[in-house]
Nanobody, 125 residues
Framework: QVQLVESGGGLVQAGGSLRLSCAAS???????MGWFRQAPGKEREFVAT????????YYADSVKGRFTISRDNAKNTLSLQMNSLKPEDTAVYYC???????????????????WGQGTQVTVSS
């Protein structure tokens, strides 16, 4: 089992920045971790992912160039630096971890086994 706890959400004006963190505990080994988000009335969507060992990253087109995903192996934490935020980035952001080895990109929520409770990010215009 892996327990994931997100933090760092809040209210920010458009153009501002926020940094989300996800603390992982329990089973320490995982193949990849990622961030997803869900806006009101919409389905949960992929934001970014990182392979835990190699550090390779992949982003949704909507956040590419603005968001940066990173991990700290020693501290067992995942981060998402969000810059140039837009009102359409408003959503609950979820951290996720995968215990499955996959050769492709971890872009689908079905590829993940463990989820955090989510943290609200609100971007005002």
């Amino acid at each position: 089992q892996v327990q994931l706890v997100e933090s760092g959400g809040g209210l920010v004006q458009a153009g501002g920045s926020l940094r989300l963190s996800c603390a992982a505990s329990g089973r320490t080994f995982r193949y990849a971790m990622g961030w997803f988000r869900q806006a009101p009335g919409k389905e949960r969507e992929f934001v970014a992912t990182i392979r835990w060992t190699s550090g390779n990253t992949y982003y949704a087109d909507s956040v590419k160039g603005r968001f940066t995903i990173s991990r700290d192996n020693a501290k067992n934490t995942l981060s998402l630096q969000m810059n140039s935020l837009k009102p359409e980035d408003t959503a609950v952001y979820y951290c996720a971890a995968s215990a499955k080895y996959l050769s492709g990109t971890y872009y689908d929520q079905l590829m993940y086994d463990y989820w955090g409770q989510g943290t609200q990010v609100t971007v005002s215009s």
